[in-house]
Structures are given as C-alpha cells and as structure tokens.
DNA sequence: CTGTTAGCGCATTCAG
DNA sequence: CTGAATGCGCTAACAG
C-alpha cells in the first residue's frame, strides 16, 4: 500500500500538505492541493485508518448497540444504517447485547474503536449520562417513538369498528414500553368512557403461547386482540385456529409493527406501522449533527400511520 | 487510558517486557510476568488497538460480506458470528452487498482494515483466488450446503406421500442454486422412473406472485408445491386460498428453508432445513485454523434434515 | 501557504 | 531473559 510519504514524493510537497489536503482542506494553494490529489488518484492512495485514528483522538468508526430480541426486526434495515454511516465518513461496528445488562459491558468493549458516537438502538435504560450517545428508546435524550399514541390509535380504531372487548397482549420484558402501551390502551378507553377490565391484559413473553392460553382461559369474550410483534400476532391466528376461533371472522386482530411478515400471514395485519425507516433517519440526523457540532437536537418523537388490511372486521352489536 | 508505558513503570519493567508478555508468551521470567500482570491488571489496561495493528501487519477484525437478500435469514444468527469470533480475540467488521457485482469493491473498502480474514456468505462467486477468505456458498474451496441432496430429500419425500404432480418455484437470483436444486428435483424423479415435466417448474424472484401465477395459469394439475424460501411459501399459501385452494388439503407444501417464520405460517412448514448454525460453526471451525496456520480442510459439505410439520398431506391416489 | 519536527502506543529488532 | 532504540503512517503544532 501506498503511504502518505509516497504520495508526498510524487507531488513533490511535504507530508503535512497531502495530510492538509485529505483532512482539513483550509490554506493550501490550489496548485499543490492539485498535485496531491492528483498523486493520491495515480497511486490509488487510501490513508491508513489505524495510523490516524493513532494519531487523532478518535477513529472513523460509529458504535451500534442491538439488543438481540431486536435484531431480527432491525436487521433488514442494517444495510440502510451501514451505508447513512457510510456516507458521512465513517465505518459501523456492531456489538450485541442479550438484555440491558450488558449494555455496559458492551460499551467498554466498544470504547477500544475510540467511535466518534455510539447508536444504541432498542435498549430501555437511560444512557444520557454517556458522551456522545444517540439513543432510539425511553432516555432522556433518546429518539422517542409515540408507543401510547400508537396503542391508542389501534384501540380507537378497534372502537370504531364497534369492538368492546378488546383484549391486548403486552409482553414484559420490556417494561417502560409495556407501560406505556397500556397507558395508551387506557386512554383510548377513558376517551369513550369506556370501562378498563384487567382481566382483558395478558403479560408475557413474546410468541409464548402461554400467554394467550391464559387469556383464553379466563373465559371473557373479547372480540378484539391487540398485540405488539407481529410474530405475536402470528401465535394468536395459529393458536386461536386450534381453538376454532378464526381471524377476523370471530375475533378481530391488529398489531403496533407491520414487518414484512404482516403482509405474509393469514389475513393480512391490519397494523399501526411502526416506523423503523424514520427512526434510523433520525438516528443518521443525530450522527450528522453531532459530527458537525450542532445544537443538539431537541427530543425527537416519531407515530406510527394505521395500515388497513384484513385482520379487523367490525363488530357484531348485539 | 493506561498506555503500555504506564504498565511498565509500575511493573518496573520496559516496554518491550510488557509487550511480550502481552502478545508473545515466549522468554519471559515468571517473576516479570506476574508484575506485568498485576499492573494490567490494577491499571485496566488494554492495548490500543490502533497503535498495535499499525506497528503489526494486520489488525484484530475479520471482515464479513453479507449479500443483503440474505440479511434477513442470516441476521438472526449475526450474534452467534460475532461471539464465535469474538471467542477467538477477533473483531467482526460487516460489509453489505446488493448484488454479486458489488462483492469487490465491499472487499476493497474491507482492506482498510487490514483483516485477518473475511468471510463471505451467500455469495456466489468463486473468491477461491483471494487470500484468506472463508466462505459460504459454490465457490472452489468454500463450504458447501448439498442443495440437490436437499431437494432430492424434499421429492423424495412428497412423493413417499403418494404425490406425483410435484410443482418446483425456483428463483433465479441465484443461477448455481438454482441449478443445483433442479438437479435434485430430476434426480428424485429419475429414481423413481417418473418422468420430468417442464411445466411443474417456475422461475421467478423470491416473494413475488407472478411466479406462482404463472403456474396456476398452466391450468396443470399440481398436488405438491416446493419452494425454497419459507416466505415464498408464505406467498403461495395466501395466494392459493385466495383461488380456494387450501394448504395442505389441496396442495401440500414444502419449503427448504426452515426458519423461524416455517412454525408461524398456518398450517407450519414441513421443510427440509437449512442449518444455517452448523454452516456458521463450519466458518468458525475454518477461522480457527486460518489463524493457527494449519492444513486447510478440504471443502466442506453440510446436508439437511427433514423437519414434519402439517403443510404435507397424503395425496389422494387415483 | 508550507516544510520540519515531534509524538500517538505498540511490537520488534539488536545489544547486552 | 531484558532494556534501549527504531519505525509503523499519520496529524498537529511550530516556525518560517
């Protein structure tokens, strides 16, 4: 590989120019910035990373912290986050994290790339005491997606179509979006002076088939579920097949994601779209104005749109 | 952060005595080592990874290429990649490609990092001719899944069932594979005498409808469909009932895939499974030998299983 | 505007 | 077995 000396040589300039031309591009003349470049184009000339990151303070390199249970879901989108990294500059190094626990564990080990920021994307806890984080979840300084906005949006569409009994599905291993979802679910309630029934909320992890056992045997009609992950809802359409209760003719079904595979069930998912595009938008947002020494942006919030398909039908009134 | 000069000191040894014990483990009193040691470990130190990968030759970081159709099969496995090389004091670097095409220049940018290794996967080139690189997929000296065995497998099988009108969706992304499952798919006939007909055989990208339309348009009469992918399959079971043709009662269904979506679908897969665990096991199997500069193993080939599920029915002899 | 110089932290000679 | 010295490639003062 060519070095910076290489390059130097042939412009017949000192290393500090060529270093001056690649890096801050400010008081050079035109004339040598011209021959650099032009020695750097004839020598295919790459910088070393490891010798400037040595150098520099830090590196080129962005920090993504996933959380496992999210890597399915975001992973059709790592190529979207690689190439918003890409594009300003810099390189995504991957770390994965089990639960919140490790997030710590991870962040140290991340810290050897010396990153210019960490993204730390579906972890609960509140990182905003660390430099330089962009967080997608419920901290402080976090991207925020409006969960009860969304929960209420389905209930209230769920209403609209004369259901009464609707029955949700929360999952609790992640228990500030739990609570938020069914402050949402409330809401929607409370708007329609509408009674809260407890006995319509299930917990429990998710695609567990347990859960929805337990509902099922709390012998409360409901004519409506509503549930987070669309895997969960792919659990609900089998489990509740067994049982003979078809979707939507019996009870009506909607979910707070629209992945790929809402489309790919039987019926279709009728959904509040959660926005994962937007996010990871506002993610490369943060990036920029971070690298660029903005303001910081204030508390980003995103919603979710309804998607019509055929997992609700409206109710029967009796 | 401590720097080895800090560790030295307070071991009151010199560098070159820290670095040893450090890196290689050869020519050290004990005496020394444990002082070292003991400094490591009280000042937490960690070598800078950039001062070490510009004075070495290379760095920590194996370079993975991912195709990106395949980010989503694969993804769900990323953690189980980066713990295994992690496991080995490695770090993983990931590069997206769209197409084939691309596979160069995603491994040029990889050279930046000076990586010990790259491994491919789901690339169908040959890279056999590039230094240190491990992959999955037709290559000479890759590791190889046995797609005709699979599909053979598969044939063999609907046609245990009594099925004779055996229809195949291929896609044609993937020309070897293609190929390859084809030659299964005449091989289970040719076995049993049965003949080969062209028109049980569609081409067409993953997930779209025009294929299987294209079949149903053949007005041939079919009582088994094979398709690769599970999400083909979940396109084919929504499309089938859409013309009142239920799965498994009418057509029965075999996917050779197996992933988390087969158990989701109604009715579940029965698949011959892709073990995508044992082929990332393989890759690090490779890995570890790459690094400890032993023989290469010769080409590996890795067979699936047949997995039951309830998208196979008895077909109906006449 | 530009060249010279001095490190960044580490591994690796080469003498002891 | 060990320490001093050298250089990896680059950036950032510091003088001109």
Redesign the pocket.
Known sequence: ?A???DVSRLA?????????V???NR???Q???EAVLKAVETLN?R??IF??S???EYSNQVAVVLREADVNRLSAHLPQLARGIQAQGLEMTLGFVASSAQIDEQLQRLSQFNPVATIVLGVDDDLSTHDRVIQIGMGEQAIHYDYPFACESAVRYLLSQGHRQIAIWLDDDEPKIRDALLDGYRQALQNQSLPFNRQLVVNGPHDSEQSLLELLNRYLPFSALLVRRDSDAATAIRLLREFNITVPQEVSLMSLEDSPLAVQLCPPLTCIHYPIDSLLDAVLDRLAQLLHKQTRSPQTLLRGNLVIRDSVRTANHR
């Open positions: 590989m070095t910076i000396t017949n300039v000192s290393k500090a120019t060529v270093s001056r690649l890096t801050g008081g050079v003349r004339e040598s910035r000339y910088p070393n010798a400037q040595l150098a520099n």
